[in-house]
């Protein structure tokens, strides 16, 4: 009995012995479960105001915090990516909505930095407002790593934004005018509901479905991707979102007509606190429709808009 118990002992034992060992060699011989080649970190760094970002201090931070969604090596492959809709961004393109500048330019170090803190709402990227300044500098920093256009190109000048005139119904109805005659409701809706004829086609630059913004489904602070401020939605419609159906229309629309739009768009926002919707229910919810004072002689009022890709 004896002998065959330490018999039927070994035989366990060597299986055990062997089925590990094979484990090891496979794991070893698979590529893909292999280790991974190191990520490059070069030294970039970002300026904020006076604080120099560094990739190399971020290395941590990025990894523990960020790659779980946007991939180690920045691809948007990190294992939380299939369950996410939208899809993180992919930092090897370089390709960022948020942004100051014209589109297809890169976005300032300050845009990054305040998307970072901000989060982006209506979507799984965080609101990073816990760390530090300096970590969320050396975070802008990191981005930086994934893609060699950081290293070839300058971010795009920031647009210029002259002050914002009052709110007046006046300017409400000419927002809406240019919304018509814009075809901003193809997409977004003539509600503002994100349901406009071409909204249910639209895929963005790497051919995920993407619905228009629905401005009427926040509450009382509603808030877009980028930003929450009036100067906000200037910038975004004046500078595209890029990587996404959503253009640009920085060369149709003369910067104090912009302001118009913004203000008719506040009054999409159904439910938010705003001046625009106090002064629209002043006027006892009616937009009185738009008639130009001083028409331009026979202007070119037909042009498409730039494109957003
Ligand atoms: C839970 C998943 C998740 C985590 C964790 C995450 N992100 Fe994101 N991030 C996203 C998604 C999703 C988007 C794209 C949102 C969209 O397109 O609307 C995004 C977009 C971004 C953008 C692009 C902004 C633009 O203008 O296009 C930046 C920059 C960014 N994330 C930085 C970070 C940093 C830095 C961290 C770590 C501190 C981080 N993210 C952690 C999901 C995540
Ligand atoms: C071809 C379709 C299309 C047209 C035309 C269009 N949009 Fe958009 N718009 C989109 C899509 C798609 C998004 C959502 C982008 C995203 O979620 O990343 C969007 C988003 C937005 C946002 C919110 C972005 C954010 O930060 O959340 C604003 C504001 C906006 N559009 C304004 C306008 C205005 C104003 C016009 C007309 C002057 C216009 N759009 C025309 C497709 C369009």
């Not at 002992?9 to 055990?16: E, N, V, W």
């Amino acid at each position: 009995m004896r002998f065959i118990g330490a018999i039927l002992f070994t035989a366990i034992a060597g299986l055990i012995f062997v089925a590990s060992f094979t484990a090891t060699v496979s794991a070893q011989d698979e590529p893909l479960v292999g280790p991974k080649p190191p990520v490059v970190v070069k030294p970039m760094e970002s300026h904020i105001g006076n604080i120099t970002g560094h990739a190399a201090d971020a290395k941590s931070d990025y990894r523990r915090y960020c790659a779980g969604c946007h991939g180690d090596y920045g691809d948007a492959n990190g294992e939380n990516a299939v369950w996410l809709d939208p899809k993180p961004r992919d930092f090897t393109i370089a390709t960022f909505k948020c942004r100051s500048t014209l589109t297809g330019t890169l976005p300032t170090d300050e845009d990054l930095f305040n998307t970072i803190g901000r989060g982006i709402t209506n979507s799984n990227m965080p609101i990073w407002n816990v760390f530090t300044k300096q970590q969320r500098a050396n975070l802008v920093a990191y981005i930086k790593i994934f893609s060699p256009r950081w290293e070839h190109e300058k971010a795009g000048t920031p647009i210029t934004i002259p002050p914002e005139p009052p709110v007046t119904i006046e300017s409400i109805s000419h927002g809406q005018a240019l919304f018509a005659k814009l075809e901003c409701w193809k997409c977004h809706g003539t509600h503002g509901e994100g349901d406009g004829p071409s909204a249910s086609t639209l895929t963005d630059s790497k051919d995920n479905p993407i619905r228009p913004y629905n401005f009427a489904l926040g509450g009382k602070d509603s808030r877009f991707k980028c930003g929450s401020t009036n100067e906000d939605i200037y910038k975004i419609f004046m500078t595209g979102v890029d990587g996404t159906p959503m253009p640009s229309f920085a060369d149709v629309i003369q910067p104090n007509d912009a302001w118009d739009l913004v203000h008719f768009l506040r009054t999409l926002q159904v439910h938010r606190h705003s001046k625009e919707n106090e002064v629209l229910t002043a006027a006892h919810g009616v937009i009185p429709p738009y008639v130009n004072k001083n028409p331009p002689p026979a202007a070119d009022t037909n042009k498409a808009p730039g494109g957003g890709q």
